[in-house]
C-alpha cells in the first residue's frame, strides 16, 4: 500500500479493508474508504460525512468528527456516527452508503 492509516478495520476473512483517515485538517480530507484485497472500492471526505463541518471541535490544528464506529462483519456492515449528529451505514463490499439518519 501507499498509504498510511492510524486505524484500520479488517472483515473475518481477511477480504475487505476499512482504512480511517488521519487527523482532519480540512474538510475534504479522507474520512473512510473501503478496499477489497487492496483495491479501493470506495473514499468518501468528510465533507460527504458530515453536514455542518464548520461546527465540529477544534484544536489549534486539527478537528474530530467521529463519534463511534463499528464494524458488523456478520452483515456485512460498517456503522458511522458523526459528532454532527449523522449516521451511516455503509455495504462493506462494496463499499456503497446503504443507510443514512440524522438524529
Do not use: C
Amino acid at each position: 500500500m501507499d498509504w498510511h492509516a492510524p486505524t484500520v478495520y479488517l472483515n473475518g476473512d481477511g477480504r475487505y479493508l476499512i482504512r480511517m483517515g488521519p487527523w482532519a485538517q480540512k474538510r475534504d480530507d479522507l474520512a473512510v474508504a473501503f478496499y477489497d484485497r487492496g483495491k479501493i472500492l470506495r473514499a468518501y471526505s468528510i465533507d460527504d460525512l458530515v453536514r455542518n463541518p464548520d461546527d465540529l471541535p477544534r484544536s489549534t490544528s486539527h478537528f474530530r468528527w467521529q463519534k463511534q464506529i463499528n464494524l458488523d462483519d456478520e452483515n456485512g456492515s460498517f456503522r458511522v456516527a458523526t459528532l454532527g449528529n449523522e449516521i451511516y451505514k455503509f455495504d462493506i463490499t462494496t463499499g456503497r452508503l446503504t443507510s443514512s439518519e440524522v438524529i
